[in-house]
Each structure stands twice: as structure tokens, then as C-alpha cells.
């Protein structure tokens, strides 16, 4: 019997793929996700929209909440640390959460290096705005990788620069021949090895969701067309004016991304979504996704 | 000949596409299934590994209950992989839904544990017609269930080294507590596909 391997790892995303994780701070929160349909909740301290408004440094959440939340629901449970601090990722695996978020909507605590992962049993997912950064990721023992969008503003406009970046170079090095690989991998800043199995495979060798801004149903809608195995939904659910019902139409979003006649039927009437922020309006210091490297 | 062999995968959450990749390996067409319309004129049916609770409540949402209940009275072949032999089951523990009610199994959702008790384990398959029976089956649990009661004419296929029954079957209906979707071995994809050519 083996246990904590790659294919486990790597395993587990898979099994979220074509469904929504959603962020949450309570067990009740996490009680109405799992009705809705989320296939897995992200427990944390405070949505993202609330820890850009309160300021100060963001931690991973009191494990407190976290086990109340894993008591709550049947659904896996994914729990945040920042970036580079191993010890919070040590705190959450213990508490035997299903995945970890090794997040740049947290105060990052090593502004060089992010977790050595391979060293856990425990899944991580992480963060990317464009392929470089997902195969660093990768290299560093991610299994699941998203997009990062920008937490906490209710816009898509950043998670869609991100996963069109992240498409757009698999596309440009399917058309390269075996020698234009090395200086690409060098131009991306990733090991050779994993843009050679790029231009093998078309694809990512990890589960890749869309994160950041997402906010209604048509939103997660264009990410899954744009080319996410799923997405997650921070803000965009319990800073609407019906959780519930638009955490539902969400899910249901995902399932029938390429129809739109669902996806009309499902969009309407779910009273206001979060108020959005536009994005060139934020401070160089008040970006989330130029965190981590 | 007769037509190539279609089958389809539900495809409302959960790792479809390696049921799909694993059929088209195996030399049949496979369907995404997203619509009970779609159910028509499939030779097999595969209710993939995911979330349960999201997939029971995107079947009640989008109405297949009793479309995939009718193509199993018509004979169609099914196979529910972890998640999917939840979903199938006659009950399974703790969801606020009914399961299918297709197989006369009890099963126990999250049975090993959270995810870092998630396994791989080497099976041995007890079912007389399964390809290459001496050679194991290489078989992978992601925050598995296990099989706790079944009923008549359930006959089990595998168990763990502690007895636990992992896969099983009665008639066209076939369940797996784990995913031979995520490794290369395709006997499990082509033990299901000869259920097709099963008669009544």
C-alpha cells in the first residue's frame, strides 16, 4: 500500500475537475456550498474582498475554524498558507486537510522561495499568471495548478489575461520544432523537461482551474470555454445578495459551459452580485497576483 | 459487422474525460453526457469519479434519475467508479439524496479517511472472464468508498487485504470503489465493454 504519491496527488484534482470550489469562513457557509454543489470548499479566515479591506497581514486560518469546517460537510476540505511558510503548510497537513493552497491572497512570508511540496503527503495547489510560473510551480511538487486572476475584485478581466497567457504558450509550443524548445523553456523561466512533455502531451501534466474574479455564472462560463478543467469562486459567492442560488447557477455554469440557452435559463434573476473593482484603479501594493514568482 | 460500440460517460463533474481517453483507447466511440437526450442509442453507461453529492445534484437538476434508471431496464451496461458506485449504490452513508438504487450494495462514502489516507494497492480481480486474471490490477483510492453490505446476486470482484469488497457486480451492473481510468492498465474499460455484448 502506497500512500501520498504523485498519482494521488495529482489524483484528487482531477476528481474536482468540471466543478467549483468555493471559499468559505464558517461551517455554515460550508454547509450551503456542499448543498449547492461545490465539489470542494477553501477554508479561510476571510474573503478575499473582506482581507483587501481590512489590510494588514493575512495568515492561514485559526485551525479552530478549519476543523469545524472539515466537521461541517463530506466534500473535500482546502485550507490556505502563504507563500514560502512550510510550517503553516505543516499546521494544515496535520489537521488533515485534503489540499493546500500555498496563496498569494495571503501575506506571503518568504518573498524568494515558495514550499518545497514534494516533501508532503498532502496535496498543494498554486498559483500562476502564466506558464512559466505554473511549471516552476510544478517543478516545486504543485498537483493542481489555477490561475490567479485577482482575488477579492468580483472582475474576470485578470483570470482571463492569466489562462489566455497559460493557453497561449501550450498553443505556441505545440507549433515549435525539438530545437526552438530550449530557448523557449529558458524565455519561460521553466525546465526543459516539462516543455518537452507540453509539446508531447498539448496540455498540462496538472488539473488547471481559473480563479480570481469570478462572479457569475457566465464568468466561470468563459474561463471553462477559455480552457479551465474548473474554477474556483471566492468573493463572488457570499459577498452576493443570494449565496445560495448563485453559488447553485455556478455550478451549473460549469457542468453546461457550452450551451448557452442553459446558461441564460441559469443566470437569471439572482438578485445583485458583489460589487466589482476595476482593476487599473489598484496600487502597484494593492495587486494580489504579482505576489510569488 | 454491426455499428461501432458508443459509449457514453456522465459527464456533469468528475474525471470524464479519462473515461473517454481510456474507451477511445480501447477501440470504442465515447459520448460526453450532459443531457438525458443523450442517453439514446448508447451501448454503455459510466458514472465517472467526482464529487457524489455534486453529481447526485446535478442528476436531479438536469432530470436523469429515471432516464438512466429506464436504460438499465433496457438492458444498457453501467459502471460507476468511485464517486459513480456511490451514486449507484442501493444507500451510502451520509448525503441528503437518494443514490440510484441500481446495484443492491450499501456503501460507505470516505471510508479510508481524508486524502493524505488516500492508497495504491494491487488487486487481485476474482471475475472468471477478466483478462489476464494472474497479473494484478494496479488500482488507485482517492478518499474512497468501500462496500460495506450486499445484497442477492451481488457478486464481488475485488477486496483489499483486509476483505474489505472494492468492486463488485450483478448483472450489467458494475462498481468500483477505485480509478482504472487514472492508470494504463485498460482490462477493467475491456471487462465492461464485454457487458455490452452480454445477452439479456
Known amino acids: 500500500m502506497e500512500k501520498g504519491t504523485w498519482l494521488l496527488k495529482r489524483g484528487l484534482a482531477q476528481m474536482l475537475k468540471g466543478g467549483v470550489i468555493m471559499d468559505v469562513v464558517t461551517a455554515e457557509h460550508a454547509r450551503i456550498a456542499e448543498e449547492a454543489g461545490a465539489c470542494a470548499v477553501m477554508a479561510l479566515e476571510r474573503v478575499p474582498a473582506d482581507i483587501r479591506a481590512a489590510g494588514g497581514v493575512a495568515r492561514m486560518a485559526d485551525p479552530q475554524r478549519i476543523k469545524e469546517i472539515m466537521g461541517a460537510v463530506t466534500i473535500p476540505v482546502m485550507a490556505k498558507c502563504r507563500i514560502g511558510h512550510f510550517v503553516e503548510a505543516q499546521v494544515l497537513e496535520a489537521l488533515g486537510v485534503d489540499y493546500i493552497d500555498e496563496s498569494e491572497v495571503l501575506t506571503p512570508a518568504d518573498e524568494a522561495n515558495h514550499i518545497w511540496k514534494h516533501t508532503f503527503k498532502v496535496p498543494f495547489v498554486c498559483g500562476c499568471r502564466d506558464l512559466g510560473e505554473a511549471l516552476r510551480r510544478l517543478a516545486e511538487g504543485a498537483a493542481m495548478i489555477r490561475t490567479k486572476g485577482e482575488a477579492g475584485t468580483g472582475n474576470i478581466v485578470e483570470a482571463v489575461r492569466h489562462m489566455r497567457a497559460v493557453q497561449g504558450d501550450i498553443h505556441r509550443i505545440q507549433t515549435m520544432t525539438e530545437d526552438e524548445l530550449p530557448a523557449f523553456a529558458k524565455s519561460l523561466g521553466a525546465p526543459l523537461e516539462q516543455v518537452q512533455e507540453i509539446k508531447q502531451e498539448g496540455r498540462l501534466p496538472v488539473v488547471n482551474f481559473a480563479a480570481g474574479g469570478v462572479a457569475t455564472p457566465a464568468d466561470a462560463a468563459l474561463m471553462m470555454q477559455l480552457g479551465a478543467d474548473g474554477v474556483f469562486v471566492g468573493s463572488g459567492v457570499f459577498k452576493s445578495s443570494d449565496p445560495a442560488r448563485r453559488a447553485k447557477a455556478i455550478v451549473e455554469a460549469v457542468t453546461h459551459y457550452q450551451d448557452p440557452a442553459i446558461l441564460a435559463e441559469v443566470s437569471r434573476g439572482l438578485g445583485e452580485a458583489m460589487p466589482g473593482i476595476d482593476v487599473r484603479t489598484l496600487a502597484p501594493t494593492e495587486v494580489l497576483a504579482t505576489r510569488g514568482w | 459487422m454491426p455499428k461501432k460500440v458508443r459509449v457514453g460517460v456522465l459527464a456533469l463533474q468528475g474525471d470524464f474525460r479519462e473515461h473517454v481517453e481510456s474507451l477511445q483507447r480501447a477501440g ?173
Not at chain 2, 436531479?60 to 444498457?76: A, L, M
Not at chain 2, 444507500?91 to 492508497?119: E, H, M, W, Y
Not at chain 2, 478518499?143 to 446476486?153: C, D, F, K, L, Y
Open chain 2, 28 to 200: 470504442v466511440e465515447a459520448v460526453e453526457v450532459r443531457l438525458p437526450a443523450q442517453l439514446k442509442g448508447l451501448d454503455g453507461l459510466i458514472i465517472p469519479g467526482g464529487e457524489s453529492t455534486t453529481i447526485l445534484r446535478l442528476i436531479d437538476i438536469f432530470k436523469f434519475r429515471e432516464p438512466i434508471i429506464d436504460f438499465i431496464r433496457g438492458g444498457g451496461p453501467l459502471w460507476g467508479t468511485c464517486a459513480g458506485m456511490i451514486v449507484v449504490a442501493q444507500k451510502a452513508t451520509d448525503l441528503t439524496r437518494p443514490t440510484l438504487g441500481l446495484i443492491n450494495v450499501s456503501v460507505c462514502r470516505n471510508a479510508f479517511g481524508r486524502q493524505v489516507d488516500s492508497f495504491e494497492e494491487d488487486l487481485t480481480i476474482a471475475a472468471g472472464d477478466f483478462a489476464q486474471r494472474e497479473k494484478p490490477f494496479h488500482a488507485v483510492f482517492i478518499r474512497a468508498p468501500v462496500i460495506e453490505e450486499t445484497g442477492a446476486a451481488v457478486e464481488v470482484l475485488a477486496r483489499l487485504p483486509n476483505g474489505a469488497p472494492v468492486a463488485a457486480r450483478r448483472g450489467k451492473v458494475l462498481v468500483t470503489a477505485f480509478h482504472p481510468e487514472l492508470t494504463p492498465d485498460l482490462r477493467f474499460h475491456e471487462f465492461f465493454l464485454g457487458f455490452s455484448a452480454m445477452k439479456e
